[in-house]
């Protein structure tokens, strides 16, 4: 049975999600330097806020207090992994492609960061009166919803697999 390929399986157009998700990251990034306010929220909604601020380590702040040049490493062999992952995977597996390509999208997008800066930028605050979740960015964003589209994929697979047993 041959395989009918998806499209964030083909090079070209996975190439062009990146770049386009990099730039809206970088560019958003860059208003909120220029915009936002330093460690001061900015409500948008209940439980919402915008609060700009670095972060030193990597996603939610986790490793901050390791060395740069490491953290460049993690990233980059994040990356180089989910390419290896998107070569190996069949190209009829629309959610794991489409993840794929968020969570290099994410990862590129905070090592611009971190080469560029020292640090990521981040800026988006979910609250309440008694809790606050990390402070994040659209990159983070992208890496977990990708995480969460090859869950997604997995678990369409295996309903794939036991229906075609049936």
Do not use: C
């Amino acid at each position: 049975m041959r395989q009918e390929q998806t499209l964030f399986s083909r090079p070209l157009p996975i190439a062009l999600f990146i770049l386009a998700a990099l730039a809206a990251d970088q560019f958003i990034k860059y208003l909120v330097e220029a915009y936002l306010p330093f460690q001061q929220g900015v409500p948008v909604m209940p439980m919402l806020a915008l609060y700009r601020t670095y972060n030193y380590g990597v996603a939610f702040s986790m490793l901050s207090g390791m060395e740069g040049w490491f953290i460049v490493g993690i990233r980059l062999a994040v990356v180089t992994f989910v390419l290896w992952l998107w070569r190996r995977t069949p190209k009829d597996r629309f959610f794991a492609h489409l993840g794929y390509a968020m969570i290099i999208a994410g990862a590129l997008g905070n090592l611009v960061d971190r080469l560029l800066f020292g640090y990521v930028i981040d800026y988006i605050l979910f609250y309440t009166a008694t809790w606050s979740f990390a402070v994040f960015n659209l990159a983070d964003s992208f890496i977990t919803v990708g995480a969460g589209a090859i869950i997604l994929d997995e678990l369409l697979q295996v309903k794939k697999e036991r229906s075609l047993k049936l």
